[in-house]
């Protein structure tokens, strides 16, 4: 574990996969509605599904559709410990900004307001549309730290001068030279609370 200390002012956040638990939602959504059932967590070693995931390319591509539009029943949950973690932060410092690649916002904002017990104008989203747009808009911004699950994001970032804290998830299990967390409790522990 490193002993960095980040200021939470200078700290944004990814969604899925960081905050939003969205492949198990996806997982969910694959069994409950496509009948695709044997397919595990675990299994999802890549970014690209179509090549880790033995499901029909069409119909990875209907269930992440559904998934930005909120054209689903079943429940998208936060990852373990996040709302707690991101609810001291954005009584500390606000607004905590998200930074997605989602090609539009959607039904994620109101997801984000709804777990996170704070004032909505202390939240703030922001849909890129691409990963390569994500380091622009967090230099505006004064961020020097970005929580990301997607390894390939992190070099870009850092290559920009923004500090990646890599988000542990099956899909990122490649060497990589970044801090890792592996639970919203280590990521808690980066973060410099008065």
Not at 121 to 126: A, D, F, K, L, T
Request: proline share 6%.
């Amino acid at each position: 574990m490193t002993s960095m200390k980040i200021d939470p002012a200078s700290v944004a956040f990814d969604i899925d996969g960081v905050f939003a638990d969205t492949m198990t939602l996806f997982l969910d959504i694959a069994r409950d509605e496509y009948n695709v059932n044997g397919i595990k967590y675990e299994d999802i070693t890549c970014y690209q599904l179509e090549e880790c995931i033995d499901i029909d390319a069409g119909v990875i591509k209907a269930i992440l559709s559904r998934i930005m539009d909120g054209d689903y029943t079943a429940l998208l949950k936060p990852i373990t410990g996040a709302p707690d973690v991101l609810t001291r932060l954005g009584r500390q410092h606000s607004p905590i900004l998200f930074v997605t690649a989602r090609p539009y916002l959607g039904p994620i904002y109101d997801w984000v307001k709804s777990v996170l017990p704070l004032d909505p104008g202390s939240i703030e989203v922001i849909a890129t549309g691409s990963f390569e747009a994500k380091a622009d808009v967090l230099a505006d911004r004064d961020i020097s730290y970005f929580v990301e699950d997607r390894l390939e994001t992190c070099f870009p970032l850092q290559a920009a001068g923004l500090v990646p804290v890599l988000f542990k998830q099956p899909w990122n299990r490649k060497l990589h030279p970044f801090t890792e967390v592996s639970t919203w409790q280590e990521l808690e522990s980066l973060i410099e609370f008065k």
